[in-house]
């Protein structure tokens, strides 16, 4: 039988009643479904979103209430560096740096055994020059010597001094002294990149290849 307004008109007060709350019931579950579920989810997609973009906010305040002091911290160590790089030689200039080491050991009064320099050591953006010492003189000579060393614009490190028991020699007391002096030298960028290539070759055992 169909149902049409003049039945529902017709049925009983309590029935009435039951049929409304059945259409509100799936008008509420209509609504639930189709409109409030959606809004919630985008709604608790837009907090998330929020509360990101609410925490690089504070970040970036922190960053610009901080910017002066990264910036003159950036520039101290510019100065540094550009200090550190000022003390060491270029490739041109470890010749006339190690005759330097030996006429300094010469002047303090030490009789040169041995001056050998060793093999480069590569770093990633210099290298160690090791250069074998060894000298006679007196205690305080080699103190002197070592002093005048130290005090040079460039860097030169001493390390590995041994010495052996003072002998008497012509009225004086001397000792033989043996360390090593290494200094360091900027290396170009071409000369990196090729030192690179080595290695990488030689891991892989192919035969270096001639530039």
Do not use: H
Request: hydrophobic share 45%; charged share 30%; aromatic share 6%.
């Amino acid at each position: 039988m169909a149902i049409t307004l003049n039945t529902i008109v017709k049925l009983p007060k309590s029935q009435k009643i039951l049929i409304l709350a059945g259409l509100l019931v799936i008008i509420a579950g209509l609504y639930a479904y189709l409109v409030y579920l959606p809004a919630s989810a985008e709604i608790e997609k837009k907090k998330v979103e929020m509360s990101r973009l609410e925490t690089q906010v504070r970040e970036l305040r922190t960053v610009a209430a901080n910017m002066k002091r990264f910036q003159e911290e950036s520039a101290k160590l510019r100065e540094e560096l550009e200090l550190a790089m000022a003390q060491l030689p270029t490739s041109k200039e470890i010749p006339s740096l190690l005759a330097n080491v030996s006429n300094l050991g010469k002047e303090a009064g030490l009789e040169f055994l041995l001056f050998r320099p060793s093999p480069e050591v590569t770093r990633e953006f210099y290298a160690e020059i090791p250069v074998e010492i060894k000298v006679k003189g007196t205690y305080n000579e080699v103190a002197i010597f070592f002093d005048k060393v130290s005090k040079l614009p460039r860097i030169v490190n001493i390390s590995g001094v041994s010495m052996e028991a003072a002998k008497e020699e012509l009225g004086r007391w001397e000792i033989t002294t043996a360390c090593t002096a290494t200094t360091f030298k900027f290396i170009e960028k071409a000369a990196v990149d090729l030192a690179k290539e080595k290695k990488v070759e030689e891991k892989k055992g192919v035969p270096p290849t001639k530039k």
